[in-house]
Every structure is written in structure tokens, then in C-alpha cells.
């Protein structure tokens, strides 16, 4: 299958699901719940809950049962968003060409439509029903995970030597990682399949970061040069792809996202 | 026992039980586990799980193993506190006779503190082990409890007629009946006792958010005044404790602590 429809078609399952578990624009605190579900649907590629799916299927798993874990990945990664775009972090008024949510609604609305949104997806966590996989991403977002990688970065954002390692593999890697991690871990997986998952995930995390930079010429960009930034990215994506081999053709899909994420343009 | 003692030998269980979970202030990075842990040691009397620890000894519950559940919902307390003080929201300079996390440290570190806390607390839910008790909090303190009832309070603070009762159950009441409940829950209680506890919960809930307001002069009070208020708050600690008598000598100490809350003055 082509990984461009596999990626469309579980983005339509996604939306729906989403649109399933979070809670209506009618429901009191109406504002609350119309800000959640503006930052949820704005245009997100879903990139993170389809490695979820994509993990999972590669570890032999099938059918719907993975959709609270997907959708909890989604929830988490939105609530990182909003809270980043707010004027005491980031100050972005616009995300994917729209308001920002703290611009559309308030900054109070967003800080708690973050906050609800965080909550919600361990809400559905407890739903899917795995204490192990709950627990990891709990530990993946923590001081420890993204938010420890959210705080370094912004507290060395105007230093000449940024640990720019530690951010990558925290910031924007963690999330990718425990995303890939849980779809195997759903499934029942054993450990050779979990960590050559994890490896991968890792891998493409970093690449992720290597071409963000690319695009906004930042990072490491500014340290090792363009040229430089994309012979790294190349050769992780080449060493991720390695760490699917035990998966055979199941992971042709997963195959198709690192080679998505290494020719991302914007 | 006297039920001060009690809370007092509580208390300092708790809080070395949290000096535990929390991350050093040595650990990377440093800054926000410092936030963390500021936040969290400021002085609070713990009420909430030491309510925890109190409805599991209610129900037979012996031992340490409901510090997790019990840790966990004073960590959500604080992350709640910690937002709440933020300069969208209420704009607290001061905590408990200190400066607010955000004026000891920066806006972004208390926004990500507060983040960080919710998230180690469904890690310490997770630990806990029982995913029923998982389900129950994160609906008790998302957008449909808890952070429901802030945006409401929020939105009518300036309005003429507020949906004060909305606000009471949602904003403080939720969080007290779900950390009563979990301690029952984590001792495999029955549904009879479970009901028993959520209803006292409910009512103690109330009872804490009316002695507020006569601290304060706010809410209930403008509505009602002062002796009214009062009148309610004792009819109310009434009706919480005959939802006790189930439990015989076993919830002495939780019909101490809907006492304490009564006689509340600052």
C-alpha cells in the first residue's frame, strides 16, 4: 500500500475517534470544550498516533482496539502545543496558518484546554487499560521527558551552546518514541520487538529535530551547516530503518514514515 | 486518637513519601525540579490525602501501599494551585505567606511545573496499580470536574448571578469526593461503601467551599449571608457524617476531619 493513502486513511479513523471522545461544543463549560476542539483539529498531520496504529500492526495487531492509546498520543502532543504557543513560552499567535488557541479564545481558556486536554488523554489511557504503557508515557512527557527537553530549550534558547542533544532526544523525542512503543506494547509484544521499536523511534525523532532545523535554519543547522544537518538525517533514517528488519513486510508502513519525516519540506 | 495528632503523623508520612517521588533538585533539569518541589513543600496541610489514607483505613486499609494514590493527589492538588495563581488567571503574587512558583521562579517554569506535576501524578496512579482508580481522577479533574469548574468560576466572577453550586461541586468538591472514593476503592471495598464515601465527599466538599467564602466574604455569602452560610455549612457536616455510620469506629477519623473543616477560620 501506498504510504501517503495508508497515512490519509488512519488519519480519517483518528479524526473520527477524536471527535468521538472529546466532549461537544454543547456541553457546559461550552467555551472550554469549543477551545479543546479547536486545537485538536486544526490541520494536525496526525503523524504520532499513526506510528501508534503503524507500531502496532507491525507487531501483528489489528482492528480498532488501538484507537484510545492513538487518540491519547494526539490529546498529549495538542496539549504540548498550546501551552508552547503561550506568551509566557513561545508567544506565537498563529499555529498552521490559524490563531493560536490563546489568540482565538483567551490565555486562561488555553492554559486549561491544555491542561483538560493532558488529562483526557490519560483518561483514555485508563480506557485502553495498560498500566505499563500508561506509566511509560507518563515518565516519556514528564520533567524528565518533554517537558524536561521544553525547559532547557528555552532556558539555553539565547546561549551560544545549547545541549541541543538532550533537547532533541527529550522535546521532541520522547513523544515520538513512546508513541511507536505503545502501539507495539498494546499488541503484547516481546522485548526484542519493543526495543527495536524504540531504537526506531529514537532515530526518527532525531531526524525529525535534524530537518525542523533544516526548515527553520536553527539548531543544529547553526552548528554544523546544512550540507552537514542533512548527511545526519540521512544516515539516521538509514539506521532507523535498520532496527525494523525483524519486522519483515509488516513494517513497510512504518519504513514509509521515516522516509516521509526525511523528506519533509515544511 | 485525637484526630490533630493523626493528621500531624499523616502528614509527615506524605510528605516524606513525596520528598521520594519527586526528582532532586539536583537532576536535570534543575530549575523546574526545583519549581516541583517548592510547589509542593509550601506549607499545605495535605488535607486531601490524608482524606485518602483516612477512607482506606475506613475500609480495613493497613500500610504504606496507599501512599502512591495517596501522593498523587496531592501533587494534582498543588498543580492546580500553581496554574491557578498565574497572572491569566487569578494573578496571585502570594501562596500560603510566600511568593507564588511563578514569582519565586518565572511564568514558564510554573506553567511547565504545574504541567509536570499533573503528569507525575497519573506516573504515581500508574504505580499504584488500580486503573478504575486512574479512570475515576482523571474525570474528576478534567474539563467536565475540576478544571470545569475553574473556567466557570472564571467566566461569572464578575457576573451578578454565578452557578455558585456548579462551581463548588466542580472546582473543589470533585477532587475532595475522588480522593476520598480512591482510598476506598484501593482497599477492594464494595460498591455500599464506595456510595457512602462519595456522598460524605460530596457533602464535606461543600462544607469546605462554604467556610471559603466566610473567610473570604465571597460567593455563597454575598448570595446568602454570613449566618445562613453558616447554618449550611453545619447542616451539611451533619448529613456528611450519617453518610459514615456504616463504617462504625473505623471513620472516627474521617468524622474528625469534616469537623476540622467545619471550624475552618483562616
Known amino acids: 500500500m501506498d504510504i501517503e493513502k495508508y ?3 488512519k488519519k480519517k ?4 475517534a477524536l471527535d468521538r471522545c472529546l466532549p461537544s461544543e454543547k456541553e457546559k463549560p461550552k467555551s472550554i470544550h469549543r477551545a479543546m476542539r479547536y486545537a485538536v483539529f486544526s490541520g494536525g498531520k496526525r503523524i504520532r498516533p499513526v506510528m501508534t496504529i503503524a507500531s502496532f500492526e507491525a507487531c501483528g495487531g489489528k482492528g480498532a482496539s488501538i484507537m484510545p492509546v492513538a487518540c491519547a498520543i494526539e490529546l498529549i502532543h495538542t496539549y ?3 501551552h508552547d504557543d503561550l506568551p509566557c513560552m513561545d508567544n506565537d499567535d498563529y499555529r498552521r496558518g490559524r490563531p493560536s488557541c490563546h489568540k482565538k479564545f483567551s490565555e486562561e481558556l488555553a492554559l486549561l484546554a491544555g491542561d483538560a486536554l493532558l488529562t483526557m488523554g490519560f483518561q483514555l489511557l485508563s480506557d485502553a487499560g495498560n498500566l505499563n504503557i500508561l506509566k511509560d508515557i507518563s515518565m516519556a512527557i514528564g520533567s524528565r521527558g518533554t517537558i ?3 525547559v532547557v530549550d528555552m532556558e539555553e534558547a539565547k546561549k ?7 533537547i532533541a532526544a527529550k522535546k521532541t523525542g520522547a513523544l515520538f518514541e513512546v508513541a511507536l512503543k505503545a502501539g507495539c506494547m498494546f499488541k503484547g509484544a516481546g522485548k526484542r520487538e ?3 521499536i524504540s531504537d526506531f523511534g529514537k532515530h526518527i525523532g532525531f531526524t525529525f529535530q535534524l530537518i525542523d532545523d533544516l526548515i527553520d535554519k536553527d539548531g543544529y543547522v547553526k552548528v554544523y551547516g546544512k550540507e552537514h544537518v542533512r548527511k545526519m538525517a540521512e544516515l539516521l533514517n538509514k539506521r532507523a530503518k535498520s532496527h ?10 512504518l519504513s514509509g514514515i521515516a ?8
Chains 1, 2 share one sequence.
Not at 13 to 16: A, L, Q
Not at 160 to 166: G, I, S, T, V
Not at 244 to 253: D, V
Open 7 to 9: 497515512i490519509a486513511g
Open 13 to 16: 479513523v483518528i479524526d473520527k
Open 148 to 150: 524536561g527537553g521544553q
Open 259 to 266: 522516509d516521509l519525516i526525511l523528506e519533509r519540506r515544511s
Open 80 to 82: 504540548t502545543l498550546i
Open 160 to 166: 551560544k551552546k545549547r545541549d541541543l542533544d538532550y
Open 244 to 253: 525494523l528488519s525483524i519486522f519483515g513486510n509488516k513494517a513497510n508502513m
Open 194 to 196: 519493543i526495543d527495536a
